[in-house]
C-alpha cells in the first residue's frame, strides 16, 4: 500500500522560511518522480514541483521558481520541499504525491500559514 506522511507546516510571517518533508513507503520510492502540490483556502489545488528520480532533476511553477527547492533522500525514502521567502500567497495546505504533477497518490496534506 503506498503511503505518504508530510510534515513541517506551520506558521510563519512573510520572507520567513520552512522546510516540509514527506516520508513514503510501499513502492519503489528511489525509481519514482514526486512531487507537491498546494491549496489554498477556497482555491483549485496547484501544482508546485516536480522531483525525478535518479540525480534528482526538478520542475517548479512560475510562482515559486527562485524561492523553494524541492530535493529527495532516497536512503530515506524522503522528499523535501525547501521554501525561502515565503509570502501571504503561499499559505495553504501542501501534498505531497507519488508520481508527476500531483501524482496519482497524494498523502494528508500539512497546513502553512503566511502572515504578519
Known amino acids: 500500500e503506498v503511503q505518504l506522511q508530510a510534515s513541517g507546516g506551520g506558521f510563519v510571517q512573510p520572507g520567513g522560511s520552512l522546510r516540509l518533508s514527506c516520508v513514503a513507503s510501499g513502492f519503489d520510492f528511489s525509481n519514482s518522480a514526486m512531487s507537491w502540490v498546494r491549496q489554498a483556502p477556497g482555491k483549485e489545488v496547484e501544482w508546485v514541483s516536480d522531483?525525478?528520480?535518479?540525480?534528482?532533476?526538478?520542475e517548479y511553477a512560475d510562482s515559486v521558481r527562485g524561492r523553494f527547492i524541492i530535493f529527495r533522500h532516497d536512503d530515506k525514502n524522503t522528499f523535501y520541499l525547501q521554501m525561502n521567502n515565503l509570502q501571504s500567497t503561499d499559505t495553504g495546505v501542501y501534498y505531497c504525491a507519488k508520481g508527476l504533477r500531483g501524482g496519482d497518490t497524494r498523502g494528508p496534506g500539512t497546513l502553512v500559514t503566511v502572515s504578519s
Open positions: 522531483i525525478f528520480p535518479g540525480v534528482g532533476m526538478a
